[in-house]
């Protein structure tokens, strides 16, 4: 309908006024803004701990660092109900296949958390035969938590740094979407 099709639009036009004087009395935010809240406050991580570091990991479930009131709580040991892979210690080059296939397994969109100095460079392996130097060479990694180990406190920061990222995300749609907009049609459609 047109403007002038109204026949009292005085009401309307004062409404608005005292809205843009007074500003609104309710909060307004984007879909995304509230989808991307709950992902990253409800962080369910697939750990796959090999070593020391996943020794340190247990001590943030217990009562002393409490890991629940920041929203990690749930750990799974199914690639397929996980939003991030945490990887915690050494990795031989016998598990990379492993770690990549439950890697791909995960559903998108998907995290990882390298965990400790074996992880993200092989450690005091590094020279080894048998490590590999950086998951990031097997998978893309989002967040590198250094330390040998680290402490409980690094652990937190990490995760609340991954928390950053995906409430910076555009989950329906943009310029960090994977998906093209145009891939979601199917061949008859037209835009």
């Known amino acids: 309908m047109e403007y002038e099709d109204f026949k009292n639009n005085d009401y309307l036009e004062r409404m608005v006024e005292e809205l843009n004087r007074d500003g609104a009395g309710i909060i307004l935010s984007t879909i995304d803004e509230v989808i991307n809240w709950g992902r990253s406050n409800s962080l369910w991580s697939l750990t796959f701990g ?104 690094a652990f937190f920061y990490g995760m609340m740094q991954l928390q950053r990222k995906i409430k910076a995300e555009k989950f329906l749609g943009g310029k960090n979407r994977k998906m093209k907009k145009n891939e979601n049609l199917s061949s008859g459609d037209k835009e």
């Open 50 to 153: 090999t070593s020391c570091c996943a020794i340190e990991f247990m001590s943030l479930g217990a009562a002393r660092y409490d890991m629940a009131r920041f929203g990690f709580e749930v750990t799974r040991n199914s690639p397929r109900q996980a939003d991030m892979i945490m990887v915690l210690g050494t990795i031989t080059y016998r598990m990379a296949p492993v770690l990549k296939r439950l890697y791909d397994q995960m559903a998108e969109p998907k995290y990882v958390v390298a965990v400790g100095g074996c992880t993200i460079s092989g450690g005091p392996f590094i020279k080894s035969y048998h490590v590999v130097n950086g998951i990031d060479k097997i998978i893309p990694v989002d967040v590198f938590i250094p330390g040998c180990p680290p402490r409980p406190e």
